[in-house]
């Protein structure tokens, strides 16, 4: 066994993953796992699932099959990935909540970024994740100096009128 697996965090892994593996177990007549058999699940599944989307992922899967099929880790990984898909807002919401939040322009791409990143990865709900997207916007917002102009002698006369007249096609 590699030592990451006897620190605290990879103690914890094999515990989460122990409890998932055992939840599917139960569906086929509660078969004891053994210990490489825990080792070799929590190996394959994502680092980032939390105990509870893996309980939650077992949980839908087995809801929706019914054919007696095993659910292996890598179905896990899957229907974790599915239910963190489906929780992402549609790009009208993200546009509303954005525009709500007072999202300028300038900050709405980091704004967007953070949001999505923090409901997939960071297993945030919506409401944390619109915080801690509004606090980046204002953050980015804060770090960027002031938009500067040219002084009048630096600027090429008649650049913006001639950009404003080239046909479209």
Known sequence: MNA????????????DAGEILAKIRMHHGNAVATDPEILTFAEELNPTVSLQ???EAVRVWYAEHESGQW??????????YKIRSANIPSEAEIGELAEIS???????????RRLIHG?????????????AATHAALELA?????????????????????FREVPHE
Do not use: C
Request: no cysteine; hydrophobic share 35%; charged share 20%.
């Open 4 to 15: 990451y697996w006897q620190t605290a965090e990879g103690l914890t892994r094999l515990a």
């Open 53 to 55: 989307e893996g309980l």
């Open 71 to 80: 659910m292996s880790s890598g179905d896990v990984n899957k229907q974790v």
């Open 102 to 112: 007072g999202v300028t322009s300038e900050q709405y791409f980091v704004w967007r």
């Open 119 to 131: 409901i997939t990865r960071r297993h945030e709900t919506r409401p944390q994740a619109l915080a």
């Open 142 to 162: 804060q770090a960027q100096p002031p938009a500067r102009t040219l002084p009048a002698s630096q600027t090429i006369p008649g650049l913006s009128r001639a």
